[in-house]
């Protein structure tokens, strides 16, 4: 079965700091990739997926994720953090494309922002 | 486009009672899903709806849990009767078809406390 593993449950950087959240996987085929953020109070919303191609993912917000096989991770960046950026940020990996497949979540990583 | 909505927000209730959750999906949205997300984990999928019909419940704790989606748009999960490990927010999430893949739009989520 697949997982998931976000080894950092929070992290503090300071606005206009860069930004690396990690994520480890453990799949056996082709992992589909995804990282949503989730808002105090709000759902969870998409920021980027990876399928296949190239392995650098851009996603909205000005967030992107590398995808490295060779190390099971699916890093998500960003180079310049804002104060809004503050949320609860959750990794996923899906188990295919059929009607039936679904994500298996991370337990997430807090992040918080300093002025 | 008006996004998941799921009522109510918070429910607080002592154990042995039932409740009841509701999800109005994005329109036109064949797949529905629910999620139980405990505190400090990753969201959790209960089941999974492609238009009234269950594409996957193997997560879904029978004996107390059950959904329901008629008429293939709003669904309702019901608890009965509740355990304190209950105590979760339950997430409500729609996308156009099934599939990981496809991204999943995710309403606010209900809060429940089981005392």
């Known amino acids: 079965a697949q997982s998931v593993t976000q080894p950092d449950i929070h992290i503090t950087v300071s606005e206009g700091a860069s930004l690396e959240l990690r994520c480890n996987y453990s799949y056996g085929a082709t992992p589909y990739l995804f990282w949503y953020v989730q808002s105090p109070g709000q759902g969870l919303q998409l920021l980027l997926k990876y399928f296949s191609g190239d392995t650098l993912v851009q996603g909205i917000k000005g967030f992107e994720a590398e995808f490295k096989r060779s190390q099971s991770s699916f890093n998500l960046r960003k180079p310049s953090v804002h104060w809004s950026d503050a949320a609860e940020y959750f990794c996923a990996v899906g188990d295919g494309t059929g009607t039936a497949s679904k994500l298996t979540f991370g337990t997430g990583t807090r992040l918080q922002v300093t002025l | 486009e008006a996004g998941v909505a799921q009522s109510p927000r918070y429910k607080i209730i002592e154990k042995r009672q039932s409740v009841a959750f509701w999800c109005n999906p994005i329109?036109?949205?064949?797949?529905l899903y629910w999620y139980q997300q405990i505190l400090g984990q990753g969201p959790k999928l209960l089941i999974q709806f492609q238009n009234n019909g269950v594409v996957d419940d193997s997560q879904l704790p029978k004996d107390r849990f059950s959904a329901e989606r008629l008429k293939g748009v709003d669904s309702t999960l019901k608890i009965q009767p509740a355990k304190l490990e209950d105590s979760a927010v339950y997430l409500c999430?729609?996308?156009?078809?099934?599939?990981?893949?496809?991204?999943?739009?995710f309403g606010p989520g209900t809060r429940l406390t089981v005392l």
């Open positions: 329109s036109g949205h064949a797949t």
């Open positions: 999430a729609s996308s156009l078809v099934g599939g990981a893949f496809n991204e999943q739009f």
